[in-house]
């Protein structure tokens, strides 16, 4: 059993694409990747993608994953939504899940500047975090803007909220960095990188997302993504570093 939930664990891991990333950033890459069009308009757009896998016989695993986002474009506002879930159980009792909101509405000063608002709701028992709230507000420059390439960065400060799985609790302001790149390979093909820090008084938690999507057929797409996250300061029991490797089939609307 040790050995089987294990395995399911593992397989759960390489599903997880990157959490906490700019929706938009998210949508835009694997839009192209699956239509080949320019995806950002005003109106409502998004992504789907979904994975299980089920293992009978010796061991009796199943994971699964599922993602969606999407941007709403009204004027000098964008929004974007994205959430996450995913899940491991083993002989039918849950072992591991991980769920995760994710929002932030822009305001744009002009084609280069912005202000942005910043909401994000973790519950990782994969990482120890039974909850971990995240507020934030600031400022974004859109470096690169073409029909090939997207490069923004921003700079926020806030607050973040954490309640452990051993019932411990930790609140502290936050200030965060991110770095959001897009290059548009070919008409149907993108490379995404999702660049992200963020400081507290205990600690300092770093993402690094890479992606490459490509279309399969009509609006579905393959995306294959590397996701690296490192915690200065993680719960007793758990390492600081996580790796992920992450095939996926999207669907574009």
């Known amino acids: 059993m040790k050995h089987a939930g294990a395995r399911a664990a593992f397989f759960l891991l390489i599903s997880l694409l990157a959490p906490a990333a700019r929706a938009d950033v998210y949508l835009l890459g694997e839009t192209v990747g699956a239509t080949g069009a320019s995806p950002l308009h005003p ?11 089920a293992t009978r016989g010796n061991s009796n695993t199943t994971s699964y994953n599922a993602k969606a986002a999407g941007t709403y474009l009204d004027g000098r506002w964008q929004h974007m939504l994205l959430g996450q879930w995913l899940g491991a159980s083993d002989t039918g009792m849950t072992t591991a899940s991980s ?3 994710n929002a932030q509405s822009d305001y744009a000063l002009n084609d280069s500047h912005y202000l942005f608002g910043y909401l994000d709701d973790l519950g990782d028992s994969f990482s120890g ?36 799985v051993d019932g411990s609790r930790r609140s502290a302001p936050v200030e965060r960095l991110a770095l959001n790149y897009l290059w548009k390979l ?68």
């Open 186 to 253: 070919s008409v149907t093909s993108s490379f995404s990188e999702l660049l992200s820090l963020e400081h507290g008084v205990d600690d300092t938690y770093i993402q690094s997302a890479t992606a490459l999507t490509a279309n399969l057929f009509g609006s579905f797409a393959l995306s294959v993504s590397f996701t690296v996250k490192h915690n200065t300061r993680p719960l007793m029991g758990f390492k600081p570093t996580d790796a992920s490797t992450a095939v996926s089939l999207v669907y574009s609307f």
């Open 99 to 101: 769920h995760e909101l």
């Open 43 to 53: 109106g409502w757009q998004g992504t789907m993608s979904l994975g299980y896998l």
């Open 129 to 164: 975090y039974q909850r971990r709230l995240t507020e934030l507000a600031g400022y974004g420059y859109k470096a690169v803007d073409t029909q090939s390439q997207q490069l923004s960065l921003e700079a926020g400060a806030g607050a973040r909220q954490t309640r452990f």
